[in-house]
């Protein structure tokens, strides 16, 4: 017993040594890089579909996106962390990604005399490019959307003054608003062909490189891949789709509630016992009338 708990101190150093010298060769090595990639990719899809399930609710009317949308927005306690965490994997995976791609270079410093790509597709070849645009476009998203910048929504209008009559955020109208314009749309459509396409073969490289691929599961594994980018591709165009077609356009006629008087509330409502009395208005000199007086005595 005392043997253990003198020697621990030398355990724990050798643990954390080997802790150390694992994740330098994980940040070191193309390998290492390789399964960054994949397991920051993996979750990173995941957010995509999950989205895309909160984004759908649209099609059920304002109170369902609404209820929706003032739950993820009362609950900052769960939602800033999940945002800090999709930063983080989302740094990873484009260091990841440029890292690999210098490499690469680095490796083959003459190019080819004649390139004849075999056995790649456009979307492995377009990797690099296809990121950095799709790149632009979340970023594009988030101001839009999410910080609702008046600047970049291309309506003049202010996002985050839309309130439905249960004074919550009116995501619905937001979202109807915002994709009203042509151009937005087509941004959108075209931001998220690309994001499909470099989904189609992250997937299906992120099953290489976490050795889930083999000769027999390859051909399901890269047709699975193609069907999950097409159906998420659809699944997203559906929604600037259906508004530029006129859903929700109803919605729109229908104007916000206004916003309370602030007179109305209750903390800055005038005290009835300072109201002046008739004569007192009519010479200009407020006065406290006598039922007040004796109201207050």
Request: net charge positive.
């Amino acid at each position: 017993m005392v043997d253990d708990i003198r020697f621990l101190p030398l355990r724990s150093r050798r643990l954390g040594s080997s802790a150390m010298k694992m994740m330098t060769h994980l940040f070191n090595s193309s390998l290492g890089k390789k399964y960054i990639m994949a397991v920051t990719g993996l979750f990173l899809f995941l957010f995509v579909v999950g989205h895309l399930i909160g984004n759908l609710q649209v099609f059920g009317g304002p109170e369902l996106i609404n209820r929706y949308g003032h739950f993820l927005q009362t609950n900052l306690e769960l939602v800033w962390p999940a945002r800090i965490g999709l930063l983080l994997l989302l740094a990873l995976h484009v260091w990841s990604s440029i890292r690999l791609s210098l490499e690469n270079k680095a490796a083959r410093p003459v190019g080819y005399a004649e390139y004849r790509p075999v056995g790649s597709s456009y979307a492995s070849r377009t990797m690099l490019l296809g990121g950095s645009i799709v790149f632009v476009f979340i970023v594009y998203h988030l101001l839009h959307f999410t910080v609702q910048l008046r600047y970049v929504n291309l309506t003049g209008q202010s996002f985050i003054d839309f309130e439905d009559p249960q004074k919550r955020h009116d995501i619905f109208r937001m979202i109807v608003v915002g994709f009203s314009h042509p151009l937005v749309s087509a941004f959108y459509i075209l931001g998220i062909a690309l994001l499909c396409l470099h989904l189609s073969h992250g997937a299906s490289s992120m099953f290489q490189s976490l050795g889930w691929k083999n000769d027999t599961y390859r051909p399901v594994l890269d047709k699975l891949a193609r069907a999950v980018a097409i159906l998420i591709f659809i699944g997203y165009v559906s929604i600037p789709t259906a508004v530029m077609l006129g859903f929700g356009k109803k919605h729109l006629e229908t104007p916000p509630p206004a916003p309370t008087p602030v007179s109305h509330h209750p903390a800055l409502r005038p005290d009835p016992r300072m109201t002046p009395n008739r004569d007192s208005r009519h010479s200009g000199i407020s006065s406290i009338s006598p039922s007040n007086l004796d109201s207050r005595a």
